[in-house]
């Protein structure tokens, strides 16, 4: 295990958070209209939607089994045995602060949002050199490390537009703790991003492993902020 390596993973990481929250988006998401937040909100959630599904499909061609098994944690927390899904957290959040069942599920996808959906599963293609290394980057970044940041920004904007009391969202607030590097659990354990530390730092073994690492992070990042030029005027 290199942790020296990952370190430098992990800071190289942490350029494409700062990368990602100076966005245009994001810089001038206090000036967007409530109609173009609206929006944002509803296609985001169709991102969301697809996330077990992208998950599961990455899953399947893993041959390291820790991945594997840090992947269906991660698909348990999804769609627990008992309870609501985060799915169904996320509509009761959007029920609570004043949107529809009709804008939520007849809104249509645009067709930006379906070429990222798109751009996500072109992250996991199988068969691909270096599957195990590439698609497990990929799904850290994409899939946990910038939802997070995003919806520390959207809980911001619920907030201040919408009346959202952060301590009552069951989705947004959640997932923003939940899956933003150095996240926690409700038990106060290790948030989403970090189920990936250790299988990624016996991975990430020499200088070109790094590299690939870090090539599979800057697409993963790219697919995500490509997303948001839609709602940019």
Not at 31 to 41: A, G, I, P, Q
Not at 102 to 111: F, G, H, M, R, V
Not at 117 to 141: H, M, W
Not at 155 to 176: A, C, I
Request: hydrophobic share 35%; glycine share 6%.
């Amino acid at each position: 295990m290199n942790t020296e390596l990952f370190q430098k993973f992990s800071e190289f990481e942490d350029e494409l958070i700062k990368k990602y929250n100076e966005h245009p988006f994001y810089r001038g998401i206090d000036s967007l209209s409530d109609e173009t937040f609206r929006k944002f909100v509803i296609q985001i959630g169709f991102v969301s939607f697809e996330f077990v599904k992208f998950l599961e499909r990455a899953k399947f061609a893993f041959e390291n089994e820790a991945i594997r098994e840090a992947a269906r944690h991660i698909l348990r927390d999804e769609i627990p045995v008992d309870g609501p899904t985060h799915q169904d957290n996320r509509v009761s959040d959007l029920t609570m602060i004043g949107f529809t069942l009709d804008e939520i599920l007849n809104t249509p996808a645009t067709n930006d949002t379906k070429k990222t959906i798109e751009g996500y599963y072109s992250l996991v293609k199988y068969p691909q050199e270096n599957y195990d290394l590439k698609v497990l980057t990929a799904v850290r970044v994409i899939g946990e490390v910038l939802v997070g940041e995003t919806y520390r920004h959207v809980v911001e904007q619920m907030v201040k537009r919408l009346g959202l009391n952060p301590d009552k969202s069951l989705f947004y607030t959640f997932h923003w703790k939940h899956d933003q590097k150095g996240g926690t659990s409700d038990a106060g354990g290790e948030g989403h991003t970090e189920y990936y530390d250790k299988v990624m730092q016996e991975m990430i073994t020499d200088e070109a492993k790094l590299q690939i690492a870090k090539d599979s992070a800057q697409r993963a990042f790219q697919v995500r902020c490509d997303f948001h030029n839609q709602f940019l005027n």
